[in-house]
């Protein structure tokens, strides 16, 4: 059974126009929310007008199965994409899909017990059985779909049934090693995080730890982002570098960079599931804590 | 002849309560402003409501003489401590103290050239005669108060006539390296920052690099505040840091610390000039761009 | 069985004089080692010299047996401090003390996995049963001793009979919540690195995120460092730091520091364990790879 | 007149084998020189040795004209490129290149003056006449060469002949908005430094800050390299980064590079006058101090 949820949080893009902040801090004000966070952005070059509240329903005056209807006018007027969360009121759901390596499995698992990341794994799905024994020791399902060039989309296709029966809310691409076809992003728009091994645009695609050692970069990075059709090419959510030099091998870029991966792509999960996130086009809008 | 002001800003903190961003934001909506930038922050602690908002006068209704008296009813009644700036009506005036190191004083010039700080200096003050060259070849007033023992209050009195006849928002402390007394201190309240070279609280006082040489700490840092009674306690407003090695040299420490110390510095002003700061007992919240 | 060792690690300080490095190098090749590494540091105000040197023992022309005696004269002519480690001969062995907090454990313990910190861990000490399961999931002893006022000399001696029956290499404070008596220090000097959650020496003794937030700090850090019993004031290993804002709720920062921690905790056990750490005092010089 | 040489720098590569640094050391030991810097790195892929020796004449017992004679037959032992640098008998030359923009130029003037880099300025060069002023005011011939698609290889005749009359040691490209021909790098093969305002290889092109906003990134960066023919792919010798966010408008982007810029610039330049580094193909070994 769901608890009663506690706050609300609304995410809204549209054309900019006078007023949108105060009309729409009133429609939660003459419903007795009190505002907790409220951000907005407007982006002067495309006329567009983003925004983030969050607002407490303690004293709120209307049922909250009734709050996403009461918004609707409003967002009609103001021509606006917008959804509104309700917290607290159930878990969100995030799947897993993993390859061989632990680390970023690991790290979202840690998080999740410690409580920094709030939400129920239902599933880690992977190409590979290496990583079961971790998945089942915290109680999670965890199920292998073995792909080759021959069953891809079939494997796919049985992996995108499960992911909607289960109904998950994001999927996290923890290194998973394999390059979804465009069937299963297409079923999964700005739901699917991947993080990538290398400082984006610079060293896309396979082995950007030896490209980097290659070109001879000073810095390396790691990237999260949403994945889509064009590969890499997703809107940045989170990036973090740290320096090497000559005297680092390639074994040391590694080592290195899955202290960057887990960091990058934990706080890119967080930051979706906390509603802080506004894809614009091919650009990300982060309304930061 | 001051130009028609483009933008208003306000800055607000008050005892937490509902409604307040849906109130202020009507105000502004109903005289026709158009908010181009809103941030607020919830001290849940102390219960106290913070806010900046930002709003364009272009089709504004009201003549913006009338601004300030037309929004003192609200602030009375949130019990509010708030100020409204108009942005363009005229130039901040900076006074930068300064005594014989360049690099601070040089990089404020700079950024003042460039367009990135938008301020007049009407005078650079000094207690040493040597960056007078400096300040004239920038067409700017350098006044000399020798400090001794003896002359200090009297001195420090002649500096603080200055500056009120100037009319100065803002008081700069460039590597200034006198400690200035209660008197100086209190004419201008949240009104001098200071740059110390140390990541505060570590390294009060003086030789801040030689005390982390001699600690043997691996990273250095830059802290500027707002300058209290209490040396190097007053409110934070921007830190960075560099890491060093055994290797530094207390001459390579002073090095990099120069770099620091300009940019750390100039942010701290830069976020002054734009109405970002609110100062919260011995702590700053940041309303950053 | 112990492997045949594959390097020879020198660590060295003495009087900095001419010839060092020529004699030294000298020892080596005349032996048929061949340098992979050599790093020296002179610190012209204490006129102390540092050197370590990494060499491979494959065509060594003596017995590693008899490599210790051979660079004896040597040493005794520099005056020098120093030792000779064998690499692979046999795994260094690691002790760690924890309390409650479980994420500075579980990095070390997954490090070991990945291969990134080669040693054993052949006891974790605790005053809590906590992390007992997580421990024995690893396959290795947990020992709880509980400590409280009274009983804490003889808990420790017991502590330290075990350590020392042990013969560990290393002794790791991974949050581990006790402060450590003098006799327990004495015993193993240079031997025991702790990680304080603050950037040294900001914010000494306890609740350093409760000290950074009343402070209004815009970066906390994490320090880890030698213990000495001069609390907190040991030799400075490594440190790291992130940023804060007013947003950061406590809560923020013990998230934001549990990364920092367990990564400065870390590469200090790292450093360690392959000999890339002299004391000097109470700073440490740093032969980072 | 020139003051009599302080110390020595040695900077050599060669395949690698056993015994070059205790020969090396020995060489210099044997001549009462007192080593005050080694440094070495083995590229065990390519199977290379880079070695950096500094050290002190005070007692050196040949004269140093003789210095680079006596070492020649080590150094074709080791079939070795390498070169011997006399420090304090001359100061370095550095011609520096510009356009319009002043922050690398100035930035570059300043730290000459605080002694940040020890060197000479002897001429500025540009293609249009916005900085003589700036030049003129620190003493320094500016030489104007203005550039078009006609006269770009007769104009940059005239700046090699000027540069090889003046027989510069290093030219500096302060954002310099030409690329320079291959007549013009070949002349100058690892003494042409550039600096590019992205992270590369991200962004390499023209207008790095626009493609930056275009892609999203959260990150920016700079940095300085060897200019060769293949544009903004010659061996990277600094990078560094900083954050943005949606909030960044191009105008943001431009002045949060430019701090990058002169930093990242002046720190190659400092590093390449004190004789740290090494190319090695594509790549640069850079022996910190």
């Known amino acids: 059974m769901s608890e009663k949820p506690s706050k609300a949080i609304l995410l809204l893009s549209c054309p900019d126009t006078t007023g949108i902040v105060a009309r729409i801090s009133h429609f939660i004000f003459e419903r007795q929310g009190n505002i907790i966070n409220l951000d907005q952005h407007v982006d002067t070059e495309d006329k567009m007008f983003f925004m983030r509240a969050e607002w407490s329903l303690e004293n709120f005056t209307i049922p909250t199965k009734d709050l996403i209807e009461a918004f609707r006018p409003l967002g009609k007027e103001f021509k606006a ?37 709030d939400c129920e794994f239902p599933v880690i799905i992977s190409n590979h059985p290496d990583l079961q024994s971790l998945s089942q020791s915290h109680g999670i399902e965890y199920k292998v779909y073995p792909i080759n060039k021959e069953n891809k989309l079939s494997q796919e296709k049985q992996e ?128 930061e804590d």
Request: aromatic content about 6%; some cysteine.
């Open 160 to 287: 995108i049934e499960l992911l909607k029966k289960l109904n998950v809310d994001l999927i996290v691409l923890a290194r998973y090693m394999q390059i979804l076809t465009d069937q299963f992003i297409d079923e999964f728009p700005s739901k699917i995080i991947n993080i990538h091994h290398s400082f984006l645009p610079a060293f896309i695609g396979s082995n950007p730890y030896k490209q980097a050692q290659d070109r001879g970069v000073k810095i390396i990075g790691a990237t999260s982002h949403y994945a889509t059709i064009d590969l890499d090419e997703g809107p940045i959510i989170q990036q973090d570098i740290t320096r090497i030099s000559h005297r680092d091998s390639l074994n040391d870029l590694v080592c290195k960079g899955r202290d960057l991966e887990r960091i990058v792509l934990a706080k890119a999960v967080k930051l979706h599931l906390e509603h802080r996130i506004l894809v614009n086009g091919r650009k990300t809008i982060i309304f």
């Open 81 to 117: 994409d917008w959804k509104i969360e309700l917290v607290n009121s159930k878990k969100p759901k995030v799947a897993i899909l993993v390859s061989k390596y632990s680390h970023c499995l690991q790290d979202l698992l840690w998080r999740k017990e410690t409580g920094e990341i």
